[in-house]
């Protein structure tokens, strides 16, 4: 409490334009050696106290807009000081913060695995229970048919012919680019859309992987889906593990923090993950286009299962393991 206004306003009046006079200085280009920043540190924190002291005198509102905007400049000279500037480092951010990221939320990447292994468990036994199922649940004609009839097919010309795949390629890219980003926007439904989602893209793997094997493709089936799939159905979870993650800040149970408060906390991991989405999907989109779409004889079935498993190792060292911190536990 300020007993004497006119006193207090005398003492600190210097400080205060002795600390303006050094914010313009600053503002200009000026530097300081260490001795200025010490004093500048100081008129900071003798302004900071005396707009405290201030803002319960409701008597003086000039002197008190004066002072806020004094401390919010000299709080934001000092502070932007003291953070290193940020280079643009796309490498380091794939490996290093990226799978960071990853692991600080492993609890919703779980979650939306679970969801995606229910929907593919649900679209096996609906497919197993009823065969008309498949023109329910599937959304693309190449998929309606016998499985036995399209591998035949495929391994006739050993699917470089026509340019049928490559436009089955972009349908599902373009699906996929699609299906990712929803699954992220969907977190605005407290997680509830993105569970949804992740259920159905369940479905339609469960019963496209049950239809296959029992024909008796499933050689066919690994060959085809994993070259892209073991990097594609990954980035899928990975950008529902985003929606969770925004569906558990809007829901905010256990944080006694304001909704705008814990959703600035996890903006930039949002932008990682699905950032990280974006660039795994990319090369799955290429591997489809160029890899998955040929088959027998052109490409033997061994190899493209054998990189598809490498891929997913891969993967999986890149998530669990790359810019793991000195006592990190893992995941």
């Known amino acids: 409490m300020i007993i004497d206004l006119e006193k207090f306003l005398a003492r600190e009046r210097p400080a205060w334009g002795e600390l303006e006079q050094t914010l313009r200085r600053m503002d200009g280009g000026g530097k300081l050696d260490l001795a200025q920043a010490r004093r500048l540190h100081y008129l900071y924190e003798r302004a900071s106290s005396a707009l405290g002291r201030v803002q319960t005198f409701s008597g003086d509102p000039e002197t008190r807009e004066y002072l806020e905007s004094l401390v919010a400049r000299a709080y934001g000279l000092i502070h932007s000081a003291d953070r290193p500037r940020r280079r643009l480092r796309p490498i380091h951010w794939f490996i290093v913060t990226f799978p960071r990221t990853f692991r600080r939320h492993f609890g919703s990447f779980l979650l939306a695995t679970a969801a995606t292994l229910v929907g593919a468990l649900f679209g096996g036994v609906a497919v197993a229970a009823d065969e008309e199922a498949k023109s329910i649940i599937l959304p693309f004609e190449h998929l309606m048919g016998d499985p036995s009839d399209r591998v035949a097919?495929?391994?006739?010309?050993?699917?470089?012919?026509?340019?049928?795949?490559?436009?089955?390629?972009?349908?599902?890219?373009?699906?996929?680019?699609?299906?990712?980003?929803?699954?992220?926007?969907?977190?605005?439904?407290?997680?509830?859309?993105?569970?949804?989602?992740?259920?159905?893209?369940?479905?339609?793997?469960?019963?496209?992987?049950?239809?296959y094997i029992r024909a008796g493709e499933g050689?066919?089936?690994?060959?085809?889906?994993?070259?892209?799939?073991?990097?594609?159905?990954?980035?899928?979870?990975?950008?529902?593990?985003?929606?969770?993650?925004?569906?558990?800040?809007?829901?905010?149970?256990?944080d006694r923090n304001p909704l705008k408060a814990r959703m600035r906390l996890v903006s930039a991991d949002l932008v990682t993950l699905i950032g990280g989405v974006a660039v795994l999907l990319v090369w799955a989109g290429i591997i489809e286009s160029f890899v998955s779409q040929f088959h027998e004889p052109r490409l033997p079935y061994w190899l493209k299962i054998s990189f598809g498993v490498i891929e997913l190792g891969l993967l999986g060292f890149l998530l669990g393991r790359c810019g793991r911190k000195a006592g990190e536990r893992a995941a």
């Open 219 to 254: 050689v066919f089936l690994a060959g085809w889906l994993l070259p892209h799939g073991s990097i594609e159905i990954p980035a899928i979870l990975l950008a529902g593990q985003a929606g969770m993650v925004l569906g558990r800040a809007l829901i905010g149970h256990g």
């Open 153 to 211: 097919q495929e391994e006739q010309t050993g699917g470089a012919e026509g340019g049928g795949h490559s436009t089955f390629a972009a349908m599902l890219i373009q699906n996929n680019v699609r299906v990712s980003f929803m699954a992220l926007a969907l977190g605005f439904t407290f997680g509830i859309g993105t569970i949804l989602l992740l259920f159905y893209n369940g479905v339609i793997l469960g019963a496209v992987c049950f239809d």
